[in-house]
């Protein structure tokens, strides 16, 4: 089992920043894929960003250039930084890990956070 607790969320003016962490305990060395998502009201979820241990990373389009997923392997940890907010980045942001054969933001986790919530005002 990997227990996953996401901080860091909270509200930001259009432009502003945000760094978002996913702190992983449990059995760790058994998920190398990690993953943001997020969901808006009214939204299905969205893959954001994923980050295997070998470092390879993958996003989607959307926050392509302003969003950076990184990972501290001694400290278990998953972050991302946030850019450049838009109004439309408002969503419920939740850390995944998993074992999966492609690390990918639309792969099927097995774990998940409980989500940290991100505001953006115009």
């Known amino acids: 089992q990997v227990q996953l607790v996401e901080s860091g969320g909270g509200s930001v003016q259009a432009g502003g920043s945000l760094r978002l962490s996913c702190a992983a305990s449990?059995?760790?060395?058994?998920?190398?894929?990690m993953g943001w998502f997020r969901q808006a009201p009214g939204k299905e979820r969205e893959g954001v960003a994923s980050?295997?241990?070998?470092?390879?990373?993958t996003y989607t389009a959307s926050v392509g250039g302003r969003f950076i997923v990184s990972r501290d392997n001694v400290k278990n940890t998953l972050y991302l930084q946030m850019n450049s907010l838009k109004a439309e980045d408002a969503a419920i942001y939740y850390c995944?890990?998993?074992?999966?054969?492609?690390?990918?933001?639309?792969?099927?986790?097995?774990?998940w956070g409980q989500g940290t919530q991100v505001t953006v005002s115009s």
């Open positions: 995944a890990a998993g074992d999966v054969w492609y690390c990918g933001t639309t792969s099927p986790f097995a774990y």
């Open positions: 980050i295997h241990i070998d470092g390879r990373t």
């Open positions: 449990g059995s760790v060395y058994s998920t190398p894929c």
